[in-house]
């Protein structure tokens, strides 16, 4: 098995920001491309470690801006693109940010007084938005840019307005200037979530735990990581009742004070690695994981014909080997819905690998209106799906065969970048994977753990690459 160098402790270190609040330039990334090159067909094996969820993280760290007495310790934290983006979006306001040692992020807050954050990196990630509602309850005013992120559909913020409207905030919409009631800060109110947003539900949450009076959210998110982000801001001190349900009740409180934390594993990173295992019809081990927030993704492997095996109290075994399966997986169809449904952040990844499993499947994507940029990208390598709106038409493989030749490809966003990634490694050939910043934003070396597990992919900048692999530049 090949090894790779062991993980690197975090950094966070500031990138050079500005504090300008001009237009953001949302898809800007890193502007040197590297590209993952992956030699495809070979199985997998080991244990992969899964790191803290990057979505909980991302928003932990906003809520960072509730705690205006002392520190807040966060074990966990993935060492991310988007995550230290996050970073530099809280340094730009005037917080502490720094990594105390190989675990532990140390985030200060206290001295924030600006309330206009860095528009340039609050244009890079969906979750710069989420300064917003901290930021209003606790100064009376905030002016956020739009956010960024995957360019997975519009994505409009109009359920994190009109929440933090009920609680008596007044919104000029074209600067997203909000102001608390009266210059102040927010009072308590009730909000009907009209769709169980995510970044809508995190930021009443926030906003409210700060508000004077009790708020109620009905048809809250109750994503693992919106339940998370409640038992951060509960050890800080707010008084939040419902966590993980679709009604939250908070009791503001004036103040939340420093604590230590630590994030919940990333579902989604365990959930790409539970593919990998089936796409190569391999047996590998993670953890941690906690096995409900996989349950979905664990339903459908095992209708493919996986076996997943609970092997201790926060990890599990995927076994696709042929002795498992009987040599073939089976197709099956997925409609992506809000948790606990069928995860969106894990239908690309689901996708690469029913183009590899006996018999025609439907990807139906229900949560975001534009999620299939993958689909080209994997028809580049021989799959054969058709897309009519937003439901992907699967024609799956013959029995015996995988039907993925090597190519190349290039990742439009995260998920689809990691789903691109995993069809390689079950191609035959080479396939090289261009515009890896995408999948660097949302996975911790995501190459290296797949070196772990023996895959053989590599890393290697435009010329790099140009050099090896004259053929494929013709
Ligand atoms: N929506 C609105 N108005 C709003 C907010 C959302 O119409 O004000 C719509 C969106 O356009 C979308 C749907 O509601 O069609 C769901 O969006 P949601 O707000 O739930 O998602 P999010 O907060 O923008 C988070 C994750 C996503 C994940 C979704 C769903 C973060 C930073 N991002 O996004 O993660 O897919 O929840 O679970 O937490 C990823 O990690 O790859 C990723 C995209």
Do not use: W
Not at 294 to 313: D, F, H, S
Not at 328 to 336: E, G, P, R, S
Not at 363 to 390: T, W
């Amino acid at each position: 098995m090949a090894t790779a160098s062991p993980l690197l402790p975090l950094t966070f270190l500031p990138s050079k920001i500005s504090a300008s609040t001009s237009t953001p330039q949302r898809t800007s990334l890193p502007s040197i491309d590297h590209k993952l090159v992956i030699s495809g067909g070979r199985p997998i094996s080991g244990h992969v470690p899964i790191s803290g969820s990057k979505n909980s993280a991302l928003a932990v760290l906003a809520g960072t801006l509730c705690c205006s007495s002392g520190p807040v310790a966060l074990r966990g934290v993935p060492n991310l693109l988007d995550t230290r983006t996050m970073a530099d979006v809280l340094r730009s306001i005037g917080a502490r940010v720094e990594a105390e040692d190989r675990d532990v992020l140390v985030v200060d807050t206290s001295d924030v007084g600006v309330t206009e954050p860095c528009s340039e990196k609050i244009g890079r990630i969906r979750a710069g938005f989420f300064v917003l509602g901290p930021l209003v309850a606790r100064f009376g005013k905030a002016e956020v840019a739009m956010p960024g992120g995957c360019r997975i559909g519009l994505r409009p913020v109009d359920l994190y307005i009109k929440g933090l409207e009920a609680l008596g905030a007044v919104a000029e919409d074209e600067k997203v200037c909000v102001y608390g009631a009266n210059g102040k800060g927010l009072v308590g109110g009730s909000f009907h979530l009209d769709y169980p947003s995510v970044g809508a539900t995190e930021t009443f949450v926030m906003a409210a735990s700060m508000a004077d009076g009790v708020s109620v959210l009905t048809n809250a998110a109750m994503e693992p990581e919106v339940a998370d982000l409640t038992k951060f801001l509960i050890a800080c001190g707010a008084c939040i009742e419902g966590a993980g349900t679709s009604t939250l009740v908070i009791t503001g409180r004036k103040k939340l004070y420093g604590a230590e934390f630590t994030i919940l594993p990333d579902r989604i990173e365990a959930g790409t690695f539970m593919a990998a295992a089936a796409i190569t019809r391999s047996c590998i081990s993670l953890s941690p994981v906690i096995p409900p927030h996989v349950a979905r993704m664990t339903e459908k492997l095992t209708e493919a014909g996986c076996k997943i095996t609970q092997i201790g109290p926060s990890a599990l075994e995927v076994s696709a080997v042929p002795e498992v399966t009987g040599g073939d997986l089976q197709a099956f169809n997925i409609k992506t819905l809000p948790y606990p449904g069928f995860a969106t952040d894990l239908q690309a990844q689901c996708m690469a690998l029913l183009t590899t499993c006996v018999g025609s499947s439907i990807i139906e994507e229900s949560v975001f209106e534009n999620r299939m940029h993958h689909v080209e990208e994997l028809k580049k390598l021989g799959a054969d799906i058709k897309v009519v709106g937003n439901t992907a038409f699967i024609g799956g493989t013959k029995p015996g065969r995988i039907a993925l030749t090597g190519g190349r490809v290039r990742a439009a966003d995260l998920r689809g970048g990691a789903a691109l990634v995993l069809a390689g490694m079950a191609a035959s050939g080479i396939t090289e994977v261009e515009n890896i910043a995408q999948i660097d934003r949302g996975y911790e070396r995501f190459e290296e753990k797949l070196l772990l597990l023996g895959a053989d992919v590599k890393r290697e900048t435009e010329a790099a690459v140009s050099n090896l692999h004259p053929v494929l530049l013709a």
